[in-house]
T-cell receptor, first 111, second 117 residues
Framework: QKEVEQDPGPLSVPEGAIVSLNCTYS??????FMWYRQYSRKGPELLMYTYSSGNKEDGRFTAQVDKSSKYISLFIRDSQPSDSATYLC???????????FGAGTILRVKS | GAGVSQSPRYKVAKRGQDVALRCDPISGHVSLFWYQQALGQGPEFLTYFQNEAQLDKSGLPSDRFFAERPEGSVSTLKIQRTQQEDSAVYLC???????????????FGPGTRLLVL
């Protein structure tokens, strides 16, 4: 079983919808949680970064971490066609160096 | 400023050939990472450098994989006697400082797409 599980999708939504993306993990040592966006044939780009449990909001994006359930989420409000990409969750231990990624969820926002 | 750059962007190799993939990190970044991303999967850690020192190579899949960063800036990932299962995107990332109480962002390059025939 992988350390980080993420539904690969694809997830297809109409423009303007609220999107919910999720990951579960098994290693309680993870302390930092990230969401990366990856467009086709590009490298991952950091979207959101959260330390330990809690919520963080940045524009249309909200990241939530529930360490007690080992569950993290990314919400995208008012989704746009330009949000169509693969969304990767990633996490890392305190003082760690190795990012551990989920498999990525393919998101398609239809206009 | 310039981000992480990688070359070549695409590489086709015949099985058994050796390949060398180059990474130019963001100037001044101390930490450098290599990841391998198979089709439809998330990136998987290969190795980590702090300046010129390779501190973690636990993710290298076999002794055919070798990485170096001799002057603490540019890094090269070399794969000897390539096999079809080596086909993947190889991503390089850099980070400004060492790992500490506050994790800093790893910035990724565009990757090198390797196809072994």
């Amino acid at each position: 079983q992988k350390e980080v599980e993420q539904d690969p999708g694809p997830l297809s939504v109409p423009e303007g919808a609220i999107v919910s993306l999720n990951c579960t993990y098994s290693n309680s040592a993870f302390q930092y949680f990230m969401w990366y966006r990856q467009y086709s044939r590009k490298g991952p780009e950091l979207l959101m970064y959260t330390y330990s449990s809690g919520n963080k909001e940045d524009g249309r994006f909200t990241a939530q971490v529930d360490k007690s359930s080992k569950y993290i989420s990314l919400f995208i409000r008012d989704s746009q066609p330009s949000d169509s990409a693969t969304y990767l969750c990633a996490m890392i231990r305190e003082y760690g160096n190795k990012l551990v990624f989920g498999a990525g969820t393919i998101l398609r926002v239809k206009s | 400023g310039a981000g992480v750059s990688q070359s070549p962007r695409y590489k086709v190799a015949k099985r058994g050939q050796d390949v060398a993939l180059r990474c130019d990190p963001i100037s001044g970044h101390v930490s450098l990472f290599w990841y391998q991303q198979a089709l439809g999967q998330g990136p998987e850690f290969l190795t980590y450098f702090q300046n010129e020192a390779q501190l973690d190579k636990s993710g290298l899949p076999s002794d055919r994989f070798f990485a170096e960063r001799p002057e603490g800036s540019v890094s090269t990932l070399k794969i000897q006697r390539t096999q079809q299962e080596d086909s993947a995107v190889y991503l390089c990332a850099s980070r400004k400082t060492l790992a500490g109480g506050t994790q800093e962002t790893q910035y990724f390059g565009p990757g090198t797409r390797l196809l072994v025939l």
